[in-house]
């Protein structure tokens, strides 16, 4: 399929909007009362430091809501101003936030529901609204909803917009896209789908397999089954990884992504020499801003001295993850949970620890005085964050009274 033409066509239909509708006034008060908080601006006019009794709150210099999910969110909510009485859906979660899915939910907004690992599109209609949430659709999603009629309201957000382009550039190549992160992931089925030729890599690992495979051959079925779920349609590792470009989810840890670019480009450099590595790799840098950000601010909050570090965002949130990554890497104790209700009476505290079920830990807040580190995904809005700040303060208070 000519992914780039159909998009193009797409683009210029009357029923495909990628822009807000003009109602921003409308939305803002919802924006702001669903979803900023005054304390933390507080925070953050303070050098995002709150001293209170025995607490000192440190949040990290960059988190939460990044540009890309503020505007998906905004226009998903002008979305139903511009058609109040249309029947509304999206695809998927706008973006993994609880709260945020519940407010469209509330506002009449559909989930195409998953039935045996396949979205179940026949409850769309010709006539009918359908948002594209922030980390994108699939090509083939765009098409059906195009071939029934629909209005395609596409909240994409332009990062990962410009990582489909990357795409479509090793595409024209012939090259094999190396997409380092999650096969099952969204924005990942989307950026494959646009890709002809693609090997999913999960993290360095599995790129060190990889490139070993590349040098020095080995076993194909053992590649192909290590990767069984992760490669495009009759991809071949013995004839497909030739040349090869590097994509990758924008949320994933941006050192990881970096390491991998660059093991591939030696192993390229080694196996073809240095003269011919353009015709054998190619990379570009698509690694979002503001992912980079809060791992970056998160990287050096860990440096400081703190008694434990609370994550704030969505469990199947992959840039929350990686934050929480950064703080088991620096060996402070952390807590990732999704919301403020999480954190229960009684000094106990129900979290997700990395790769593990919900786990309910009892005293999880020092004695004494603490410091506190703070931070919060993507996707997580201001109010999340200051609810939970609340609780904790609270529950300090309490002990100290
Ligand atoms: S994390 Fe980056 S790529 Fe994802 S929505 Fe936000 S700005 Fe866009």
């Known amino acids: 399929m000519d992914t780039k033409a159909f998009k193009r066509s797409l683009q210029q239909s009357e029923n495909y909007h990628r822009k807000g509708f003009g109602h921003e006034a409308e939305v803002a008060g919802v924006m702001q009362t669903a979803y900023q908080s005054s304390l933390i601006q507080q925070i953050r006019d303070n050098n995002y430091r709150l001293e209170r009794g025995a607490v000192t709150i440190r949040l990290a210099e960059a988190f939460g809501f990044c540009w890309g999910v503020e505007r998906a969110v905004a226009i998903a909510y002008e979305t139903r101003q511009h058609f109040p009485t249309e029947r509304l859906w999206i695809t998927n979660e706008i973006i993994h936030n609880p709260s945020v899915n519940q407010h469209l939910r509330d506002m009449e907004v559909g989930f195409i529901a998953v039935e045996n ?3 179940n599109f026949s409850v769309v209609d010709s006539g009918d609204v359908v948002i594209l949430p922030a980390f994108g659709a699939s090509v083939q999603e765009m098409q059906l909803l195009n071939d029934k009629g629909c209005k395609i309201v596409d909240t994409t957000c332009p990062w990962v917009s410009k ?8 595409k024209k190549r012939n090259y094999t896209s190396i997409i380092h992160g999650q ?3 969204e924005e990942t089925v989307a950026t494959s789908s646009f890709a002809d030729k693609y090997l999913i890599v999960l993290n360095l690992q599995e790129a060190e397999y990889v490139s070993n495979y590349i040098l020095h051959g080995g076993d194909r079925d053992e590649f192909l089954a290590k990767f069984s779920k992760a490669y495009s349609a ?6 497909d990884l030739e040349s090869v470009g590097i994509a990758n989810q924008t949320t994933m840890l941006k050192t990881e992504t970096e390491t991998i670019g660059k093991l591939f480009e030696k192993t390229m450099m080694r196996k073809f020499g240095p003269e011919n590595l353009n015709e054998h790799f190619q990379s570009f840098n698509t690694i979002c801003d503001a992912t980079q950000e809060r791992q970056d601010a998160m990287l050096s909050l860990v440096e400081e001295k703190l008694d434990l570090m609370l994550v704030i965002g969505g469990f199947n949130s992959s840039n929350t993850t990686h934050l929480q990554e950064i703080a ?29 079920d919900l786990v309910v830990t009892e005293g999880w807040l020092p004695e004494g005085k603490i410091v506190v580190g703070v931070t919060s995904g993507a996707s997580t809005p201001d109010k999340v964050v200051e609810d939970a700040i609340d609780r904790i303060l609270a529950m300090k208070a309490a002990v100290v009274a």
Do not use: M
């Not at 402070?332 to 009684?346: K, N, Q, T």
């Open 117 to 119: 690992g396949q979205k």
């Open 163 to 170: 990582v489909w382009n990357t795409v479509e550039k090793h």
């Open 183 to 185: 096969y099952k992931h």
């Open 234 to 239: 009759g991809f071949d590792p013995d004839v």
């Open 328 to 356: 088991i890497d620096k060996t402070v104790p952390s807590y990732h949970i999704d919301c403020a209700e999480r954190i229960l009476p009684g000094n106990r505290i129900e979290h997700k620890p990395l790769g593990a």
